[in-house]
């Protein structure tokens, strides 16, 4: 069994168009000012990301700016976020793959070893060179001084769940008119029939499949 594969794939495959979703971990929440993405079809479209440069230097003015407007946008999180899912992935799939008596031993080890290997700050720290290039020391305090206001704070606690609902909503309503527009495709393409509308399950080998018992009391003897 390709398990490391495995794993690899379903760590991937689930950090991106599973944040649309509820999944039963918390997902990495959607920050105010930052466009939802969804994540292109298909596994060529997963490709591990080019770590950031930690080297670039950013004004220690800026930067304290920044990390205020990180925290005041509850951005400063992210790596905390991040961090909980991925964990809480890995619990769900190494509980398929692993016995019950040892999974809260490797979990505990697991996540030691991976708070160590990449603590949440990193992310934090990651993203001050992100904000740097994007923004103006001007718009970082503009922005602040939104994002202070009772307003902002709304749209700080609330965004998440709005981008959620959105992004589900919008994905039944596309997802739906796909399905019109195949529908009506059937004629002039034979071949979408069986996709759209697959057959029941075969017979039983031996003769025609035995019909469903009857709802109701069993036959008095």
């Not at 992935?89 to 070893?113: H, V």
């Not at 992100?130 to 103006?136: G, P, Q, S, V």
């Amino acid at each position: 069994m390709k398990f490391p594969i495995t794993l690899a794939a379903a760590l991937l495959c689930a950090a991106a168009p599973a944040f649309a979703q509820a999944p039963a971990a918390t997902a990495p929440t959607h920050q105010p000012g930052v466009p939802a993405q969804h994540a292109a079809p298909g596994p060529s479209a997963v490709s591990p990301a080019a770590p950031p440069s930690l080297e670039e230097k950013v004004d220690p003015a800026k930067e304290a700016a920044i990390r205020h407007l990180m925290d005041v946008t509850e951005t400063s999180k992210l790596g905390d976020n991040i961090n909980a899912y991925l964990t809480d992935r890995i619990r769900t799939i190494m509980s398929r793959n692993m016995t019950p008596d040892k999974l809260p031993k490797f979990m505990d080890a697991f996540s030691q070893k991976f708070s160590a290997a990449s603590p949440s700050s990193a992310v934090t720290d990651a993203m001050v060179p992100i904000y740097a290039r994007a923004f103006t020391m001007e718009d970082i305090q503009e922005m602040t001084k939104f994002y202070e206001s009772p307003v902002g704070q709304k749209m700080v606690k609330q965004l998440p769940k709005v981008t959620q609902d959105s992004q589900t909503t919008g994905v039944q309503i596309e997802q739906n008119a796909a399905m019109s527009v195949l529908d009506g495709m059937q004629d002039d393409y034979p071949e979408l029939k069986p996709m759209l509308h697959p057959p029941s399950a075969a017979p039983a080998p031996g003769g025609a499949p035995s019909p469903e018992p009857s709802p109701g009391p069993p036959p008095q003897r």
